[in-house]
């Protein structure tokens, strides 16, 4: 393994342990040191995954099967922008294909892929139905989206990114 925590990534990891173990267990910790692993390394690689395992004693299968479950944590590396549109029910409803089909030709990117700039992620509902559609970037939420300000938003990202990195 050979990657290691930055001191400020320890001392977060250390003060959550503090806080949130049971019964000695730190699988609690196991979602925020996948956050900060992520913030760090900018993806979950294999050997992120075996630093969060290690520095908390838990299994790798364990911290395996939560990285690859929330979509959330990237496998790969990813633009500095991540686009989330959801296209759930809602979303559905109201547009929502037709405004990630504006972001996919906006950005000639499928869901999934990369470029430098920007991930595209079809994304599950992110808890902004009444808005519908929506997107959201970093800590940004884009709502009522439709398709003819997909342009503005994407030069908007380029000229100030919004990283998931700040999401932590
Ligand atoms: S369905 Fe899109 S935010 Fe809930």
Do not use: W
């Not at 504006?102 to 999934?112: D, H, Q, R, S, V």
């Amino acid at each position: 393994m050979s990657l290691e925590f930055s001191a400020d990534a320890q001392k977060s990891i250390q003060a959550a342990c503090e806080r949130y173990q049971v019964s000695g267990s730190k699988k609690p910790v196991v979602l925020f040191a996948l956050h900060v692993a992520q913030k760090q390394f900018g993806y979950l690689s294999d050997d992120a995954l075996r630093l969060v395992a290690a520095t908390l004693d838990v299994p790798y299968a364990h911290v395996y099967g939560v990285a690859t479950f929330y979509t959330m944590f990237r496998r790969e590396p990813g633009g500095t922008n991540t686009i989330r549109m959801c296209t759930n029910i809602s979303c559905m409803l109201r547009g929502g294909y037709e405004v990630l089909a504006a972001f996919e030709k906006t950005l000639g990117l499928k869901p999934g892929q990369s470029n430098k700039d920007f991930t595209l992620v079809e994304e599950e509902c992110i808890a902004a139905c009444a808005n519908a559609p929506c997107a959201v970037v970093g800590t940004r939420y884009f709502l009522d989206i439709v398709p003819t300000q997909v342009e503005q938003i994407v030069s908007d990202l380029r000229r100030e990114p919004h990283p998931e990195s700040e999401v932590v």
